[in-house]
């Protein structure tokens, strides 16, 4: 490719409104662009890296004996009120009518759709085990789109699910699976860990680890030990299974109307917790005891057992919208476990409907407004909670825990028998009787895993691919294309280079050597060549673009080195 006709234009200045190193990269180096909130456009170079993530991704799919299919992005309502989840989803679902006013939805993710595919085709034993994969556009209303692509409301993803007879073969299918995504982002060079999480979201009651890319930015907490295999999100490493509820709550409530702030942090402690694990929007008694939770929207486990264990009661998605709409807000107003709008709102519904209320947001930097009693809470309450602290012992024994932050790339999941049932997807087995088919679900985050890699491979100047995922492998600099010399040897090399099998971008644009070389770092091919002013010795310039210095190498050593 010659970078003359490139359309991926670079940004000197960061871009408001990109908080993160990965969302800045990604739109300074010209890979998307915005299209609306977690929307977006990949541009020539961006693509590039998608296709080469969704290769690999493909490649150890089809080695894991998966087989491609295509199922639509638009799914009918009835599959999701089958499953449920077209109530229980939340607004993250988008949904929408034809123009027969029947109602669809924009697929956040397929198992109810894939049961309803293979409901009647899959109906012997004969026919499984089998792995179905995709690889498409998935659509979710976040409450918070951000970070870019990291968190996007049109995203791509790999979603898989397997079909099997017997909860021995669906484990084999688990673990071919498992060890397909640990050669994915071992490939692509991740410093990742693969965590046992919570199934709670999914429906699932069996096993589901995550895939986690340890980075700063990441919104979860991973609790592992490097001297052990015990590696968990902090969900399920952080609840012990017995925890003793205390009696219900009082029923009187009154209400105080001096709001006063505290930190997400300063509660978290008050609670005894880390500030991951604090509630979001909450309601308290007047002895300062937490009376609710407000859920809305499918994954936020960690509440509904931090309320359970508190004997709080959990208010349903419905109590949602009940109170959008006693305050004329509009629907998805109050977003999953939280509000995404107005703290008030909540604020003035515990005043009418439940007394005092904390309300907030579950995030750094983000206050707990709350309108409460001036009390503090009562923390011996919570006494039964304990919580995983680091430094602690490992469960297994072995080492000690360290908490890392870290991004969910991928996720497996066993999940059993819930879609097939709800989808009437049963078959034959040996002994010709109908039973329900054992199903397993695995996503890749695929647009997701390019700020993931971004994240853990840049620098000051710029982005650093890792070969596996660089849109070329090589970038050529003509320094002055001028001079006959430099150009002609950049034109040389730009054919025999690809001619070895190597994808090359050419700068012979009639820039000066500066932009050169600072578009060069922003993009962050993996090396660089530059024909500069030793070409008439045939002589270039190499630079990995993770080495601090070039290096003079002989055109004729070139392949060599
Ligand atoms: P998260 O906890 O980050 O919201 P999730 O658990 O809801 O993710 P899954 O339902 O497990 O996501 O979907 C499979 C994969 O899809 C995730 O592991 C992640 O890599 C990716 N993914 C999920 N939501 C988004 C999003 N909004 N934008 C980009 N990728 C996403
Ligand atoms: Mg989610
Ligand atoms: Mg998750
Ligand atoms: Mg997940």
Redesign the pocket.
Known sequence: MRQQFLFSPTLRDVPQGADIASHQLMLRAGLIRQSAA?VYSYLPLGHKVLRKIESIVREEMDAASGQEVLLPAMQPAEVWQASGRYDNYGPALMRFKDRHQRDFVLGP?HEENIAALVKDEMNTYKRMPAILYQIQT?Y?D?AR?RFG?????E?I?K?AYSFDTSYEAQNESYWAMYRAYERIFTRLGLNYRAVQADAG?MGGQGETH?FTVLSDVG??TIVYSDESDFAANIEIAAIPDTVSKPEPVAEEMTMVDTPKERTIEEVAAKLGIRHEQCLKTVAFDADGRLVAVLMRGD?DVNEVKVANALGAEVLEPASAGQIEEAFGAEPGFIGPAGLSGDVEVLADYAVRGMAGAVCGANENGRHYQNAVPEKDFPVGEYADLRFIQEGEPSPDGRGTVRFAKGI????VFKLGTKYSEALGATFLDENGKARPIIMGSY???V???IAAVIEQNHDESGICWPKAAAPFDLHLLVINPKQEDQQQLGEELYDSLQKSGWSVLLDDRRERPGVKFKDADLYGLPVRIASGKKAGEQIVEVKARTAEENVEVAVSDLPQY
């Open positions: 977690g993710t998935k979710r976040e789109p692509v990291l968190r996007a409301r995203f993803m979603d979201a995550e919104e979860d994954h969910e790339v991928g996720h996503g890749v985050g647009s997701r895993t």
